[in-house]
């Protein structure tokens, strides 16, 4: 098969931080390790997959962020391979009651922890490390000097480039009306700048919801769905952009040059989904082995009452979809704030065994048909559409959404999910759940699951 352009010069050493290269283990393994207690649970604040990251780790040191039953930023970190959790109760809090607030981390090459917190339409809440792999934080400060357009901030989220530097995303604007804004942190100089004002521009008519990862060259994949209102029924579409330059200049699949700002006019589309299809926004992507991007998502197809998990891929030809398991329950999705919805945004991960050019895809999404359990599909030849279910846990989580470390992934094929229950009043409300533990759930796959019947 003919490689376009962007992918044939990638290689196989492009490889996104959310996939893996390595040879597949022969049984899988499953450990829950106790970080701590008291996770706050009265919401989704500390399960939501837009949490970039959750977990992320460096050198063997794994650190985790969240906010506690009263709702104050924690630390906490180990050392890989042991359950010797040290936490630390920053000087922060945040507005734990909006779920969109999540605490988000990002590692730079010298072990600098980098967080981000309380974010929805806020101003830039952002502090580091006082020393590499410490939890003690210095104080907020901005990003790019001066300030501009850190006065409206929403999903702010961390991608660590191969060379040590970091990429910062968020949204400047509201839902309907937003652009996406790119920072890149240098370690060498310890200082962020400015790449993109508006990478991707809803013209103040939409805004994007995107999903990013960064392949093992530092080239950056982006896709998104647009979002016309507030209302989480407008969302339609899904677009794509890759960055061959750790963000600087972006191109389509084919490798044609985007002029900065992508638009909704502008934007290659690797899959047209109209409004009112139950389109969530911001679920997950990574790439294979040569490059190809693979997006995991949820909609519902023309003519059906049942939303479905979707898997959207480019096969180095064309974009390529497929439904991921089979879904019988329906439900609808409309109006404005953090949705109570019966399943989550999936997340994605690829395995590719050194020798072998077709990579094993992982879903990682929770499903009230199945009992609202952590549950993994896998597909171990894309072009064959075929999906083996594996629940990871024998309890509900709730109204958790997964994330998980990329780097573990990437470099010992351990799936480190950051996993606690937590429940989820419709419309961003709230509930008088308890705190309940946050645990990581570290699971190995095994060469084969059980079949979905």
């Known amino acids: 098969m003919q490689s376009s352009p962007v992918f044939s010069r990638l290689g196989l050493s492009a490889l996104c931080v959310i996939g893996a290269l390595f040879a597949a283990p022969i049984g899988a393994q499953t450990h829950v390790s106790t970080v701590a207690p008291d996770g706050w649970a009265r919401n989704s604040v500390n399960a939501t997959i837009f949490r970039t990251n959750a977990v992320t780790s460096r050198d063997g040191t794994q650190v985790v962020g969240y ?15 042991t359950d010797d959790w040290e ?17 988000n981390l990002g590692i730079d090459g010298d072990g600098y922890l980098h967080v981000a917190w309380d974010h929805h339409g806020h101003p830039l809440r952002y502090a580091k490390s ?9 104080g907020k400060m ?16 961390f991608f ?27 370690p060498s100089t310890q200082t962020w700048s400015r790449l993109h004002d508006k990478l991707i521009d809803g013209e103040d008519q939409r805004n994007a919801y995107w999903q990013a ?16 209102t507030w ?40 899959m047209k989904i109209p409004q009112r299809h139950e389109l969530i926004n911001q679920t997950s992507i990574a790439a294979d082995g040569n490059g190809r991007p693979y997006i995991a998502t949820y909609f519902r197809p023309p003519n059906t009452e049942v939303p479905q998990f979707w898997m959207i891929h480019h096969d180095g030809n064309r974009w390529q979809r497929q439904i991921v398991g089979k879904r019988t329950e329906p439900f609808s999705l409309s109006g404005g704030g953090t949705k109570r919805i019966p399943i989550s945004r999936p997340q994605i991960a690829i395995a590719q065994d050194q020798d072998d050019d077709t990579p094993t895809v992982h879903v990682v999404f929770r499903d009230q048909e199945r009992g609202s359990v952590v549950t993994v599909a896998t597909n171990r030849d894309p072009s064959k559409k075929q999906w083996e279910l594996e629940d990871l846990t024998d309890y509900s989580v709730g109204m958790w959404e997964p994330a998980y470390d990329p780097a573990l992934w990437r470099t010992q094929g351990e799936l480190h ?14 509930t008088d759940t308890a705190a309940t533990p946050v645990t990581i759930l570290q699971w190995t796959p095994a060469a084969s699951a059980t079949p979905d019947p």
């Open 130 to 138: 006082t020393e590499p792999f410490g939890l003690e934080l210095a």
């Open 142 to 157: 901005s990003m790019v000097e001066g300030g501009p357009l850190e006065d409206n901030v929403t999903y702010p989220q």
């Open 213 to 228: 990862c960064v392949d093992g060259k530092g080239g950056v994949h982006v896709a998104w769905v647009w979002r016309e």
């Open 417 to 430: 999910l950051y996993v606690q229950k937590v429940e989820q009043a419709d419309g961003e409300g709230m």
């Open 160 to 186: 660590d480039l191969p060379d040590g530097r970091l990429l910062f995303m968020y949204r400047d604007g509201s839902s309907g009306r937003g652009n996406l804004v790119v920072n890149r942190y240098d």
């Open 87 to 103: 936490t630390h109760v920053t000087q922060y809090t945040g507005h734990a009651q909006d779920a969109h607030n999540g605490v």
């Open 231 to 270: 209302d989480v029924a407008s969302n339609h579409d899904l677009a794509y952009a890759y960055s061959p330059d750790a963000g600087q200049t972006w191109v389509t699949s084919r490798g044609k040059p985007y002029t900065i700002p992508i638009t909704e006019r502008t934007s290659e589309y690797a």
């Open 67 to 81: 906010y506690d039953d009263q709702a104050r930023v924690v630390l906490a970190k180990r050392t890989v391979g």
